[in-house]
């Protein structure tokens, strides 16, 4: 939260020069359940099948090395279009960017449960990966039907966001916090780590 709140991430307008061909999008991102592998490639139909109902463009973010990414790698890439763009690897600091510039994230990445709040974006998290995580009131939750994907993203994208304020996660002070706090603690003669000798 403090990264994001000292705005360490790629501005719009660096955006818009690194990655030139990216405007209007969505940016998906989906990580394997492990409990759920026999069903992770008709979830990706699934979702791949409700994008499709939309003009936006589609950035997608390929799943860590969990089991069951190569799964989804493959699924994702069966259902490849030339309006998506597909990275398997990107640094913090320009997903964050990216994030910042979206429309809506859709997926089930703790990215739209934690950090998204603070950019005012709304995410569609998919299914039980985040299940009773505490969330804030830019996340809605919706299963693995295309319909039930499909209609929470219409509803994500009318939704108003300007005044919603609270982000569970904090509101990207706690440095200065805990900086305070140290500051003004008399620590005497003790150490916090004390070196044992045998």
Same mark, same amino acid.
């Given at each position: 939260? @403090?990264?994001?709140? /000292?705005? @360490?991430y790629l501005d719009k307008e660096q955006l818009k020069k690194n990655y030139p061909n990216i405007n209007n999008f969505f940016l998906v991102v989906f990580h394997p359940i492990t409990e759920e592998f026999k069903e992770l490639k008709l979830y990706i139909k699934n979702l791949c099948k409700a994008l499709d109902s939309f003009k936006e463009q589609k950035v997608w973010i390929l799943p860590n090395n969990d089991a069951g990414s190569s799964i989804i790698r493959e699924s994702v890439f069966e259902h490849k279009n030339s309006e #998506?763009?597909?990275?398997? /690897?990107? #640094?913090?600091? @320009?997903?964050? %960017?990216?994030?910042? @510039?979206?429309?809506?994230?859709? %997926? /089930?990445s703790s990215s739209g449960i934690i950090e998204s709040p603070l950019f005012k974006k709304v995410s569609i998290n998919i299914g039980n990966r985040q299940s009773e995580r505490i969330q804030s009131k830019l996340t809605i939750n919706c299963n693995y039907s295309t319909d039930s994907i499909k209609k929470n993203i219409k509803k994500g994208l009318k939704k108003k966001t300007k005044k919603i304020n609270n982000n569970p996660y904090g509101d990207g002070k706690s440095s200065k916090r805990i900086l305070n706090i140290l500051r003004n603690t008399d620590l005497g003669n003790n150490f916090l780590i004390k070196k044992i000798t045998y």
């Open positions: 939260m @403090d990264e994001i709140k /000292n705005g @360490d #998506s763009i597909y990275f398997r /690897n990107l #640094s913090r600091f @320009d997903y964050l %960017g990216l994030l910042n @510039d979206c429309k809506i994230l859709i %997926g /089930n």
